[in-house]
């Protein structure tokens, strides 16, 4: 009875159950009884197996999917009509839309504010018509990925059939074939646009991105170019750099700036970091080119301005010893150690040395996350460490050569600070300075037990593992997936 005042319909948790249940035939069975028999629809071709036979026909996911999500819809709509009330739906999210379907789904939704889809090439002219006509409050999209060929001229049609400065959040997660087209449409939306993220971009769409220099009321950006991307040079020109440079610095509510595997992010940051009005709290550059000493050292100077930064990334890989951006540049680690709100800091695709650690941790007490990369990290910076009461994650893929009583005084000065739920992870130890199993198990038992927190250790080069690596943590699970998501 209460359909009508569901705000989130979320559909890809349904879409994950079946293909949890495709090849079970019980779990089918039960899955599909009673009303939602009606429900079930078999990829085309195949019939209902008998119940003997061990082999079940493949489902049709995206079918069943788009069926349940029109009972919801067409249910919620004719409850809503008949107590003469609109519905609340605001956001829809699944995997899959029928193209042809959406538009007349979208005609129903009159509070519709978000659209979360896998494949923007199912956005039509008509889905855009239907959300001009039907849905005044209409404002995010993202998608998953956009990459059919036609992709530029469809989503570039979609943005112009929108009512004009409308569209607040735009984002695509993954492949994209955008380009300088579909930029140009999104400028019809300059006023309102709040948010962008552009993940695995061409290095032509990312030469072209100065296109949207008029969306100057930006608060986040996100580029990504695809670091497999070898079609044509990512160096920007003189004059695409200055443009680009131009765009960003112009948005003085920037908050949120990440800029990954783009060659030039260097002196566009520095440009950006010098504008008076900018405050940001969250920079990410990844994968970057070194320019020339005079503009390296004017954007790490220019960092320490930034005050109200609360999330730091700097990594670059290509150019420096081991493939890692060496932390040669005091510049840098003196404007880090002057931002006092800093909460959240990656390092671990950076050549950081234990006096850069050391300063930086003496600095910012208030750290809750932070991460290292580098060569040799000596145990001393673990004193150092140990005082942070806020820290709640610690990963570290430096060389470490830490002894039992060197991560049992850690674990201690942790607790005498009143430090509670970290989470330890030494993905690099020296197999020369392996703990045994009862070392492992009692810090262990003391992070876990005492601090209410985990510990890994791996030993990647220890020729006694047959696969390499060795995790010890709470619940026995390890995980490597997350160091650069931030």
């Known amino acids: ?12 948790g349904l879409l994950e159950c079946l293909d949890d249940i495709r090849s079970n035939a019980a779990l089918r069975q039960v899955f599909f009884e ?8 078999l990829q085309r071709g195949h019939e209902p197996a008998p119940s003997s036979l061990q082999r079940v026909p493949p489902l049709d996911n995206a079918a069943i999917v788009s069926k349940c999500a029109e009972s919801i819809i067409q249910y919620a709509k004719r409850l809503a009509d008949s107590n003469s009330t609109a519905m609340a739906l605001t956001h829809l999210e699944a995997s899959t839309f029928p193209r042809d379907v959406l538009p007349t789904w979208l005609s129903r939704l009159g509070a519709l504010r978000s659209l979360q889809i896998q494949d923007g090439s199912i956005l039509s002219m008509e889905a855009a018509a239907a959300i001009t006509e039907h849905c005044p409050n209409f404002s995010e999209l993202i998608c998953f990925h956009c990459s059919s060929d036609n992709a530029p001229e469809e989503m570039a049609s979609f943005f112009l059939a929108l009512r004009p400065h409308t569209l607040q959040v735009f984002e695509v997660h993954s492949r994209n074939s955008l380009k300088e087209i579909t930029f140009a449409a999104l400028g019809t939306h ?16 990312v030469r072209a991105i100065h296109v949207l220099s008029e969306c100057s009321a930006l608060e986040r950006l996100v580029v990504e170019k695809n670091p497999t991307d070898t079609s044509s040079p990512d160096v920007m020109t003189g004059q695409e750099l200055t443009q680009v440079a131009g765009w960003v610095s112009n948005c003085k509510a920037l908050r949120e700036l990440e800029f990954h595997y783009v060659r030039d992010a260097l002196p566009i940051v520095r440009q950006v970091l010098q504008v008076p009005e900018i405050h940001l709290e969250k920079l990410v550059i990844r ?3 070194i320019p020339s000493e005079e503009i390296t050292k004017a954007t790490w100077r220019a960092f320490g301005r930034q005050k109200q930064l609360r999330s730091l990334c700097v990594s670059c890989r290509d150019f420096y010893i081991d493939n890692m951006f060496e932390f040669e540049y005091p510049e840098l680690t003196d404007s880090i150690c002057h931002l006092h709100n800093l909460t959240s800091l990656n390092l671990m695709g950076s050549y950081v040395s234990s006096d850069d650690i050391s300063r930086i941790a003496s600095a910012l007490p208030s750290l809750e996350e932070l991460y290292i990369g580098g060569d040799l990290l000596e145990p001393r910076v673990l004193e150092v460490l140990g005082r942070l009461s806020k820290l709640t994650t610690l990963a570290i893929t430096s060389l470490t ?12 000065s942790l607790y005498e600070v009143g430090n509670r739920r970290i989470n330890v ?13 009862d070392e492992e198990s009692r810090l262990d038992a003391l ?11 791996s030993y990647p080069n220890d020729p006694d593992e047959v696969h390499g690596v060795d995790f010890s943590d709470s619940d026995g699970n390890g995980s490597l997936g997350y160091w650069y998501s931030n």
């Not at 830490?402 to 674990?411: N, Q, V």
């Not at 992870?425 to 199993?437: D, F, G, P, V, W």
């Open 1 to 12: 009875p209460y359909c009508a005042y569901i705000r989130t319909l979320s559909l890809s």
């Open 34 to 41: 009673g009303q939602m028999q009606d429900f079930l629809v």
């Open 190 to 205: 300059a006023r309102s646009l709040r948010a962008l993220e552009f993940r695995s971009l061409s290095a032509s769409a």
């Open 287 to 289: 994968e970057f080119h």
């Open 401 to 412: 050569q830490f002894t039992f009583d060197h991560l049992w005084r850690f674990a201690q």
């Open 425 to 437: 992870e030494l993905l690099n130890q020296s197999h020369e300075y392996k703990l045994t199993a």
């Open 447 to 457: 992070l876990h037990e005492t601090l209410r927190g985990t510990f890994a250790i």
